[in-house]
């Protein structure tokens, strides 16, 4: 009786596992660079009204990771210290929602005091550790995995997993809720006098390096990792206008991932030293958050504000000395 009992259970569950399989190939089918189609005839979520908030993705970094894909139409793009020594990237998303974002990769409890500067944001992340997700559920965002939105993520086909998830930002907004939901603090026009000739400034974590090279031609810095050019899988170099070494605390949190590695925590509230590049040049200013609902300042040392270029930002939260 046991055996013809688990017999008539397994029935229905090979059947769901099949129905899965089905859902999920037909999600996978492939388009150009081997990601899978842009659009698959559903309509986008209704959970988000248009304007509401940002969408805040975090995107895989490691070197099988690569090339990204939709980083180039982020607003900001924030780097953080992960475990191991490695990097791990947060694309913003305001005045433009490209096809295809990814690929995306869990969320760490720092994302949560860094996207309080927003209201109500998206945060799109593939999961995170089982004592995490009550805090991000507790969060003041709409937190977006797999499976929540129906046609919002699916498995391309150009790389094996878990590198290999991707997000349809039009299944979760109706549309970019544009520049007035970038509530970081940041302000931008004509660049602060003074500053020093830096065509080319590396950030260096334990287990990755960023350099940020001038292009006087392109008006950009020209974005390589780990010592190879950044570009995105339709063949386009990563190219912010501004970019932002913002030093920070970095301490051990209350988090390990599976290997037993801590998670480090990125303290993006307080004040310290930053570095800004824009036009060539690097200046060496301070920040400050109040608080975490408050956006980031940076001035000069006689406290005026430092304006960025317009354009494309990044910050990479390093390790104060």
């Not at 958050?289 to 006689?302: I, K, P």
Request: glycine share 10%.
């Amino acid at each position: 009786m046991g055996r013809q009992a688990r017999t008539r259970r397994a029935a229905p569950t090979a059947a769901l596992l099949a129905a899965a399989l089905t859902i999920s190939l037909a999600a996978g089918c492939t388009g150009p660079n081997g990601l899978g189609s842009t659009d698959d005839g559903r309509r986008p979520s209704q959970s988000e009204p248009a304007g509401a908030s940002v969408l805040a993705v975090k995107i895989d970094n490691s070197r099988a990771a690569r090339p990204h894909t939709g980083t180039d139409s982020a607003d900001i793009v924030y780097a953080e210290q992960v475990e191991g020594g490695l990097s791990r990237l947060m694309a913003v998303y305001a005045t433009k929602l490209p096809k295809v974002v990814g690929p995306v990769r869990s969320a760490r409890e720092s994302d949560l005091e860094l996207l309080r500067q927003f209201d109500h944001p998206t945060l799109a992340f593939s999961g995170a550790q089982g004592k995490l997700m009550p805090l991000i559920d507790k969060a003041p965002l709409d937190a977006q995995t797999p499976g929540k939105t129906s046609g919002a993520y699916f498995r391309g086909t150009d790389r094996p997993a878990p590198h290999n998830l991707y997000l349809r930002p039009s299944r979760l907004l109706r549309a970019a809720p544009g520049a007035a939901a970038l509530t970081t603090g940041f302000t931008y026009g004509s660049a602060p006098s003074g500053g020093k000739r830096d065509t080319s400034e590396t950030v260096r974590y334990p287990a990755a390096t960023y350099t940020f090279t001038w292009s006087s031609s392109r008006r950009r810095y020209l974005v390589s990792m780990d010592g190879t050019a950044a570009v995105t899988t339709g063949g386009k170099r990563l190219a912010p206008a501004t970019v932002v070494v913002q030093y920070v605390k970095i301490r051990k949190s209350d988090f390990y991932d599976f290997l037993g590695n801590n998670t480090p925590y990125t303290e993006t509230v307080g004040s310290g030293n930053a570095k800004v590049l824009r036009g060539g040049k690097a200046y060496n200013v301070r920040w400050e958050r109040d608080r975490a609902t408050d956006g980031t300042t940076f001035t000069t040392s006689g406290g005026d504000p430092v304006r960025f270029a317009e354009g494309q930002v990044w910050v990479l939260f390093a390790k104060a000395s």
